[in-house]
């Protein structure tokens, strides 16, 4: 009877520290994945498998935005979405590690990095299950405003999702210091995520851009330009067209 | 003060109280870069240590009057806990503020940034004297009793810290009407 479940492939499990397996975890069990982070465990081997997740994923995101301008615009923006994930856990997992030590709780930079990495991995892996609805608006021509809300609201729910694997993660530990660790945290990751975000932009533009920037040059505020797009997808328009070709 | 008084997991004083000596002087040196202006490299530090030498003996004054102090010894060492606390916090702070301010073209933006992270750390600062003084209060001398916290010693804690955070303020926004003009 056991040669005959192994016969139709019944195997023991796979070893949860490979990058396939921790990524299904990830997906699946993300308690289980947030209990190794906090025993430490394998912190090497989940950091390394969250970056790579992260830089595949969000180059397919990345592609999927620059494919509504089409050519040079898709490697542009599949180099530039994974510098924002990983700059963004660079610059705030210390954060949340320090303003943690300050109120007693313990410091341990490295699980932090990695909840801080895995977290941001998780939005990546919801945002690269988003991409067929990236290509389906081009598809069906949705509007370049329609497209950046569409945009907005897809990376606002994956990184809803990726606080809330934060959250979850430091309501488990005991001790003191972990309510305001969460709230820098989450302070710190939107405000330098948007900023990370806004400073590599553009990821997506408009079919008849003429010329393809790598980086645009710094202008305005991110508040400025969420309310500018809104007003634009109303149809208020501060300018009299957008940018021609020759 | 909080009620909570078991100690908290410490961490090593001399590494700490140096982050808190060189975290006001990057700040400064972040504001003094996109202002371009030296004067934010010795006026950051200035007032944040400035105000805490001005203002720390009338805490202990006061709540030594009040019943409430812990010995002095206690009093000193809770302020270098809470001062390594606030260099802390301000380390890790420090990076993203400067990505802020450094990839924004509004010198408000950099102000701003620089603000959020002195006063976060600073608030954090207080948050840690406040537990570490109820800490120090537990049999303060060998078969003292407890020195409980009362509405009178939070409230003392409570008006000294307004008044610091006023003071640091208007020397702070003196500091930011400089930069910003």
Same mark, same amino acid.
């Given at each position: 009877m056991i040669g005959a479940l192994d016969s139709?492939? %019944?195997?023991?499990?796979a070893r949860v520290d490979r990058p396939p397996a921790l990524i299904d975890q990830?997906?699946?069990?993300?308690?289980?994945? *947030?209990?190794?982070?906090a025993a430490g465990k394998d912190l090497m081997a989940i950091t390394?498998? +969250?970056?790579v997740t992260i830089a595949i994923t969000m180059a397919i995101v990345g592609a999927a935005l620059g494919s509504y301008r089409g050519g040079i615009q898709i490697g542009y923006a599949a180099i530039k979405? /994974?510098?924002v994930l990983i700059g963004t856990a660079a610059l705030s997992a210390p954060a949340l590690t320090a303003i943690g030590a300050a109120l007693g709780r313990r410091s341990r930079l490295t699980a932090d990095?990695?909840?801080?990495?895995?977290?941001?991995?998780?939005g990546a892996l919801l945002l690269v299950a988003c991409t067929p609805l990236i290509l389906l608006g081009r598809a069906i021509d949705l509007s370049y405003h329609q497209m950046i809300l569409s945009? *907005?609201? +897809? %990376?606002? *729910?994956?990184?809803?999702?990726?606080l809330r694997l934060v959250t979850r993660a430091l309501s488990a530990e005991t001790g003191p210091g972990r309510g305001s660790a969460v709230l820098g945290l989450c302070v710190v990751f939107a405000l330098v995520g948007g900023q990370l975000a806004w400073s590599l932009r553009p990821y997506l533009?408009? /079919?008849?851009?003429? @010329? *393809?920037? %790598?980086?645009? @040059?710094?202008e305005g505020s991110l508040a400025d330009a969420i309310s500018g797009a809104i007003r634009s997808a109303r149809g208020i328009y501060t300018r009299d067209s957008a940018p021609l070709g020759d | 003060m909080s009620a909570i008084a078991e100690p908290l997991p410490s961490y090593p004083r001399g590494p700490a109280l140096a982050l808190a000596a060189l975290g006001p002087v990057a700040i400064g040196a972040i504001m003094a870069v996109r202002a371009e202006i030296a004067s934010p490299l010795i006026a950051v530090p200035a007032v944040v240590f400035g105000v805490v030498a001005a203002t720390s003996p009338a805490l202990y004054i006061a709540t030594a009057v009040t019943g409430a102090a812990p010995p002095l010894g206690a009093v000193v060492r809770a302020f270098s806990v809470a001062l390594g606390a606030f260099g802390i916090a301000l380390a890790g702070l420090l990076l993203p503020a400067a990505?802020? #301010?450094?990839?924004?073209?509004?010198?408000?933006?950099?102000?701003? #940034?620089?603000? #959020?992270?002195?006063g976060a750390a600073a608030f954090l600062g207080l948050r840690r004297l406040a537990h570490e003084l109820v800490s120090a209060g537990k049999e303060p001398y060998p078969g003292a009793t407890d020195i409980k916290p009362s509405l009178t010693s939070s409230t003392v804690f409570f008006v000294w810290s307004a008044a610091t955070i006023g003071i640091a303020g208007r020397l702070w926004w003196d500091l930011a009407k400089e930069v910003l003009s």
């Amino acid at each position: 009877m056991i040669g005959a479940l192994d016969s139709v492939g %019944f195997h023991a499990p796979a070893r949860v520290d490979r990058p396939p397996a921790l990524i299904d975890q990830l997906l699946r069990d993300r308690d289980a994945i *947030v209990a190794r982070i906090a025993a430490g465990k394998d912190l090497m081997a989940i950091t390394r498998t +969250m970056v790579v997740t992260i830089a595949i994923t969000m180059a397919i995101v990345g592609a999927a935005l620059g494919s509504y301008r089409g050519g040079i615009q898709i490697g542009y923006a599949a180099i530039k979405l /994974p510098l924002v994930l990983i700059g963004t856990a660079a610059l705030s997992a210390p954060a949340l590690t320090a303003i943690g030590a300050a109120l007693g709780r313990r410091s341990r930079l490295t699980a932090d990095l990695a909840l801080v990495i895995t977290s941001l991995a998780y939005g990546a892996l919801l945002l690269v299950a988003c991409t067929p609805l990236i290509l389906l608006g081009r598809a069906i021509d949705l509007s370049y405003h329609q497209m950046i809300l569409s945009t *907005v609201m +897809m %990376f606002s *729910v994956a990184g809803i999702a990726s606080l809330r694997l934060v959250t979850r993660a430091l309501s488990a530990e005991t001790g003191p210091g972990r309510g305001s660790a969460v709230l820098g945290l989450c302070v710190v990751f939107a405000l330098v995520g948007g900023q990370l975000a806004w400073s590599l932009r553009p990821y997506l533009l408009r /079919p008849r851009t003429p @010329e *393809v920037p %790598f980086l645009r @040059e710094t202008e305005g505020s991110l508040a400025d330009a969420i309310s500018g797009a809104i007003r634009s997808a109303r149809g208020i328009y501060t300018r009299d067209s957008a940018p021609l070709g020759d | 003060m909080s009620a909570i008084a078991e100690p908290l997991p410490s961490y090593p004083r001399g590494p700490a109280l140096a982050l808190a000596a060189l975290g006001p002087v990057a700040i400064g040196a972040i504001m003094a870069v996109r202002a371009e202006i030296a004067s934010p490299l010795i006026a950051v530090p200035a007032v944040v240590f400035g105000v805490v030498a001005a203002t720390s003996p009338a805490l202990y004054i006061a709540t030594a009057v009040t019943g409430a102090a812990p010995p002095l010894g206690a009093v000193v060492r809770a302020f270098s806990v809470a001062l390594g606390a606030f260099g802390i916090a301000l380390a890790g702070l420090l990076l993203p503020a400067a990505f802020l #301010a450094l990839s924004s073209t509004d010198p408000l933006m950099t102000f701003l #940034a620089a603000t #959020a992270a002195v006063g976060a750390a600073a608030f954090l600062g207080l948050r840690r004297l406040a537990h570490e003084l109820v800490s120090a209060g537990k049999e303060p001398y060998p078969g003292a009793t407890d020195i409980k916290p009362s509405l009178t010693s939070s409230t003392v804690f409570f008006v000294w810290s307004a008044a610091t955070i006023g003071i640091a303020g208007r020397l702070w926004w003196d500091l930011a009407k400089e930069v910003l003009s």
